[in-house]
């Protein structure tokens, strides 16, 4: 697939309280679970992680209390579908629960297949989001013509949900 675009995407969120702490437990609990289903969908390439199988433990903005999540899929619509699509639209609809609210807390870009993004691209992008808004370096699912899920789900429309199987 050389030559083929994918799509990047970077988001951050602020934990509102250590990862330890039980009022986080069931996003912990469930990190494996999430991460483990977007393995398995259809148009997921790649993902940053460390030794852990996540990258809860990977400091970002010198903040340790700011999760970062790197991810790279074939388009748009399988981001989307895993997104708003699965179980993981459940744990998205709870983030006020564990997360600070944020600005901007996403970004995704355009790269080259077999492109893998490092943390401090996914910076670079987010900041220059922040910094000038939406174009073809870096924008928000607003710029995507083809994302339709995000619509809906984010005016609070009931998703059916995929992937309850999965543990």
Not at 138 to 153: C, D, R, S, V
Request: charged fraction near 20%; charge should be negative.
């Amino acid at each position: 697939m050389i030559g083929t675009r994918q799509l990047a995407q970077f988001n951050i969120a602020r934990i509102k309280y250590p990862l330890d702490d039980p009022r986080m437990a069931d996003f912990v609990d469930n990190v494996a679970r999430v991460n483990g289903l977007a393995d398995q969908i259809v148009g997921f390439v790649w993902r940053l992680q460390d030794d852990s199988g996540n990258a809860m433990g990977m400091q970002v903005y010198g903040d340790p209390r700011i999760l970062p999540n790197l991810t790279v899929w074939e388009n748009v619509s399988a981001l989307e579908r895993f997104v708003w699509k699965t179980v993981h639209n459940r744990f998205f609809g709870r983030r006020a629960e564990w997360f600070e609210h944020t600005e901007t807390p996403l970004v995704m870009w355009h790269i080259e297949a077999g492109h893998r993004p490092s943390m401090n691209e996914g910076v670079e992008r987010l900041e220059h989001l922040k910094a000038h808004g939406p174009s073809d370096h870096a924008f928000g699912w607003e710029h995507l013509p083809a994302a339709q899920h995000w619509k809906t789900a984010r005016c609070g429309a009931p998703t059916p949900v995929l992937g309850e199987h999965a543990a």
